[in-house]
């Protein structure tokens, strides 16, 4: 791999325990001012101490994010549509490779939609991005997006998405969590994280399903909604990080967890 291209993933996949915890903040993109991102800003500064890197649109990171930060920056650059438009699939490049490095970004993310109507146009768009990726230096992590059916994230789909996007030249690949999750870590040849979903019911659930998905292979997470719509988001992520970093049980996430929750 060329030097520029290693140093990006290295600032992100951490090489002393070859894991990372990346929040995600780039909901907007076609969610709006969702829940508890309604000021970006107010929601990304407390939280970025304990990231390893950030996940957000272009338009945030100008206006959200102070240009000294020393996070590593993951640019979404797919999107042009919206959850009230006729198809969450329909996406496509909004931001340019030469925008990606004049933000100095350690890798771009990039939605793709296999099964759909849309498969052809966003995998073809993300092989593009490879390829400019590849000119500059600039990782692609290929996004195994399911729109609104989210009963499509089993084994055999999220291994056929995986799979494909790694083939396709992808770096590295941001998933969902499943049931035999092993089996796609298995026959995808680059790092999988996972995606924490729809807010889970309790501190508990989010702890088991970051422990999970590691115990079955993956390098981390690519968290948002189960950090920040917490009532507690510092000592979640914390706690997060303890599982991703530190092999922490779920049990002892939980006590750090409620430790830090106690200091409030
Ligand atoms: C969703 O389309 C966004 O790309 C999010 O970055 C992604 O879903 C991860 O966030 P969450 O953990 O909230 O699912």
């Known amino acids: 791999m060329d030097w520029g291209m290693k140093n990006r993933l290295t600032r992100i996949?951490?090489?002393?325990?070859?894991?990372?915890?990346?929040?995600?903040?780039?909901?907007?993109y076609f969610l709006g001012p969702i829940t508890k991102l309604e000021n970006p800003r107010k929601t990304i500064e407390p939280l970025l101490p304990y990231a390893d890197a950030i996940m957000l649109t272009r338009g945030v990171l100008r206006t959200?994010?102070?240009p000294g930060t020393s996070t590593p920056i993951v640019l979404r650059v797919s999107g042009g549509q919206s959850i009230v438009g006729p198809s969450l699939a329909d996406e496509e490049i909004i931001t340019s490779m030469r925008e990606a490095v004049r933000l100095n970004v350690s890798a771009v993310a990039f939605s793709i939609y296999v099964g759909t109507e849309y498969e052809h146009q966003t995998l073809v768009n993300l092989a593009e991005l490879i390829d400019e990726g590849e000119e500059y230096g600039i990782p692609v992590l290929a996004v195994t997006a399911?729109?609104?059916?989210?009963e499509k994230r089993d084994a055999r789909?999220?291994?056929?998405?995986?799979?494909?996007?790694?083939?396709?030249?992808?770096?590295?690949?941001k998933t969902y969590y499943c049931e035999d999750f092993e089996k796609v870590v298995d026959s995808?040849?680059?790092?999988?994280?996972?995606?924490?979903?729809?807010?889970?019911?309790?501190?508990?659930?989010?702890f088991q399903l970051t422990y999970d998905a590691i115990q079955k292979g993956a390098v981390g997470v690519d968290m948002g909604r189960n950090i920040w719509q917490s009532d507690y988001p510092i000592a979640m992520i914390q706690?997060?990080?303890?599982?991703?970093?530190?092999n922490a049980s779920v049990e002892e996430a939980e006590e750090l967890f409620n430790s830090l929750k106690a200091q409030k």
Not at 157 to 173: D, M, N, Q, T, V
Not at 188 to 206: W, Y
């Open 157 to 173: 789909y999220l291994s056929l998405a995986c799979r494909i996007a790694a083939e396709l030249g992808a770096k590295f690949i």
């Open 64 to 66: 959200s994010v102070d």
């Open 13 to 28: 996949i951490k090489p002393d325990t070859g894991r990372t915890v990346m929040l995600a903040v780039d909901h907007g």
């Open 188 to 206: 995808c040849p680059v790092p999988l994280v996972i995606a924490g979903g729809p807010k889970l019911e309790t501190p508990r659930d989010v």
């Open 239 to 246: 706690a997060i990080r303890h599982i991703v970093h530190k």
């Open 146 to 150: 399911v729109g609104k059916e989210l």
